[in-house]
């Protein structure tokens, strides 16, 4: 099992043994399953803000493309298959075919674009983080309110406002947060390499 993406997890742990891989598949998972557990109502809308995509900015940044998209794949598996993963602690087929399935499968994808963004350094300094950030969550939102918009049947006022409107704020901070953090800990791990 192999990985050979530059990325913060490369970097950190150079020499991957199948262990040490499925360790951090595993802590992945859990802990962008933690932070789906961080979940706020939007009144009117069946779409909740959870803290999960600050968990995909993270694992597909940090880990790179390649392991980035298994850990969210298992992730979607697992929750699948019955783990209460997902959003207050809900599980099922449902959610992928739901009106959050959008968002999950944009996820899904965000996780890879951002890897290889990080592969291509782009992580590393704050003036391309941060846009790297921006464009993670533009691609979960277009496959989030696509989806909804079709699902409901609603016009694209209702899924605008539903979908996309109540996140921004949000959204906002955790691009912040990650774009932020991720150049902190690469000049910390770079210094400590010399």
């Known amino acids: 099992m192999s990985f050979p993406d530059i990325s913060l997890r490369a970097s950190i742990f150079p020499r991957s043994s199948a262990f040490s891989i499925s360790a951090l598949i595993a802590g992945g998972v859990l802990f962008i399953a933690a932070l789906a557990q961080i979940s706020i109502p ?11 995509t600050l968990g995909v900015l993270l694992i597909g940044t ?5 392991l980035g998209l298994t850990t969210f794949a298992v992730y979607l598996l697992a929750g699948i298959a019955g783990a209460p993963v997902f959003a207050g602690s809900s599980f099922g087929i449902e959610k992928i075919t739901g ?14 674009v951002l890897g290889f963004f990080a592969s291509r350094r ?11 950030m921006l464009f993670g969550n533009v691609v979960i939102f ?13 016009d694209w006022s209702w899924t605008i406002g539903a979908g996309l409107t109540p996140f921004i704020f949000g959204e906002i901070l955790k691009i912040a947060v990650a774009g932020s953090s991720l150049p902190f800990l690469w000049r910390y791990v770079n210094t400590r390499s010399r």
């Open 42 to 52: 939007i009144p009117g809308s069946p779409v909740p803000v959870t803290g999960q």
């Open 142 to 154: 277009s496959f989030g309110l696509f989806w909804l918009h079709h699902f409901t049947g609603k």
């Open 99 to 112: 009106a959050t399935g959008g968002y999950l499968m944009g996820m899904f994808v965000a996780t890879y």
């Open 122 to 132: 782009l992580d590393q300094r704050f003036l391309t983080a941060l846009p790297s």
């Open 62 to 66: 940090t880990y790179g493309g390649g």
